[in-house]
Structures are given as C-alpha cells and as structure tokens.
C-alpha cells in the first residue's frame, strides 16, 4: 500500500485515496479521502477538493470528510494519484492550515 493509492472499498465498493505516510505501513490503519463521481458532488470548492480521473472516469477529492479506515475494509488497488501530488498537499494545507 502506498500513499496516493486509491482504493476500492469492501463494503459499498467507493473509492478512497490514502493519504497516509508509507512509513507507518505497518499500521492495521490507513487515513483515506473519498472520492465522489463529479455528478454526486456539484458544489465543490476547488482548491480543497480537486478533480482527479480514475478509470476514465472524473471525481473529485472530498478532502474535508478523511477518515481512517481498517486495511481489511480495502478490497484493491484501482489506481495512483502521485501525478496530482501538488493539487493534493494543497488541499490538505488548505484544510489543515487555512492556505
């Protein structure tokens, strides 16, 4: 598992983006951001969740809903959002830090 990995979820089959540090892999944990398709979520705003594609398909970061979810929840690896690293942190320190 690695940072920026998005995942799809056992239980209701959503994708998530981990945002966890590789260094506390070991961790039975990971902190995730969902993402929602861009017709679910209409009123996002930009800076905090940026629009990322996933299998052709658009979503966008729901950055203020993180949450930490069991590893055993995750049911595989749909992709890798390392490329948006930029739009991402700045999300986070936007969240985090109010810039």
């Given at each position: 598992?690695?940072?920026?990995?998005?995942?799809?979820?056992?239980?209701?089959?959503?994708?998530?983006?981990?945002?966890?540090?590789?260094?506390?892999?070991?961790?039975?944990?990971?902190?995730?951001?969902?993402?929602?398709?861009?017709?679910?979520?209409?009123?996002?705003?930009?800076?905090?969740?940026?629009?990322?594609?996933i299998?052709?398909?658009?979503?966008?970061?729901?950055?203020?809903m993180?949450?930490?979810?069991?590893?055993?929840?995750?049911?595989?690896?749909?992709?890798?959002?390392?490329?948006?690293?930029?739009?991402?942190?700045?999300?986070?320190?936007?969240?985090?830090?109010?810039?």
């Amino acid at each position: 598992m690695a940072r920026f990995d998005v995942y799809r979820l056992k239980t209701n089959q959503a994708l998530a983006m981990d945002i966890q540090a590789n260094l506390l892999d070991r961790l039975e944990t990971r902190i995730v951001v969902p993402l929602l398709p861009i017709a679910e979520f209409v009123t996002p705003v930009m800076r905090l969740n940026p629009r990322v594609v996933i299998d052709g398909t658009s979503y966008h970061l729901i950055t203020h809903m993180m949450g930490s979810i069991p590893i055993k929840e995750i049911a595989g690896t749909v992709g890798n959002l390392s490329s948006q690293y930029d739009e991402i942190v700045a999300a986070m320190d936007l969240l985090f830090q109010g810039f």
